[in-house]
């Protein structure tokens, strides 16, 4: 690393904590609520950045009353009424929130959890605009 920033500025790069994760999960909220949580599988095909990242839902999951709490906590916080949040779980079990995204794709989750998503998204929308 001190050769790598010896010839960069260090104001430009943001480095984190490789972290082994036994597990990957999106957890989808849509209006304070938790829609479900989905086992997703990533791929990453190295050399490729943000392109080479595969990810494929395999099934639902549950996830821990506490952990739901957080992610709720989470898309209040950032003011989001519709939100994917990224979980990884590590071979402890310990839970590391990895990303929100607040204009999620739901295609693989709609299918994953058989729930139509885009319709709830609808109605909660409508329901703001009275």
């Given at each position: 690393?001190?050769?790598?920033?010896?010839s960069?500025?260090?104001?430009?790069?943001?480095?984190?904590?490789?972290?082994?994760?036994?597990?990957?999960?999106?957890?989808?909220?849509?209006?304070?609520?938790i829609?479900?949580?989905?086992?997703?599988?990533?791929?990453?095909?190295?050399?490729?950045?943000?392109?080479?990242?595969?990810?494929?839902?395999?099934?639902?999951?549950?996830?821990?009353?506490?952990?739901?709490?957080?992610?709720?906590?989470?898309?209040?916080?950032?003011?989001?009424?519709?939100?994917?949040?990224?979980?990884?779980?590590?071979?402890?079990?310990?839970?590391?929130?990895?990303?929100?995204?607040?204009?999620?794709?739901?295609?693989?989750?709609?299918?994953?959890?058989?729930?139509?998503?885009?319709?709830?998204?609808?109605?909660?929308?409508?329901?703001?605009?009275?």
């Amino acid at each position: 690393m001190k050769e790598f920033f010896s010839s960069k500025d260090p104001g430009k790069y943001m480095l984190q904590e490789y972290l082994d994760l036994e597990k990957d999960i999106r957890v989808v909220v849509l209006g304070n609520k938790i829609l479900g949580s989905i086992n997703r599988k990533v791929n990453l095909k190295r050399n490729k950045g943000y392109q080479g990242i595969k990810v494929k839902a395999s099934g639902k999951c549950s996830i821990p009353k506490e952990t739901e709490k957080a992610c709720i906590k989470i898309s209040k916080k950032i003011g989001s009424d519709f939100c994917g949040i990224d979980i990884g779980i590590d071979k402890k079990g310990s839970a590391y929130f990895m990303e929100c995204n607040i204009s999620p794709q739901f295609i693989s989750s709609e299918k994953t959890l058989s729930m139509n998503i885009a319709e709830k998204l609808m109605d909660l929308i409508i329901k703001k605009s009275r």
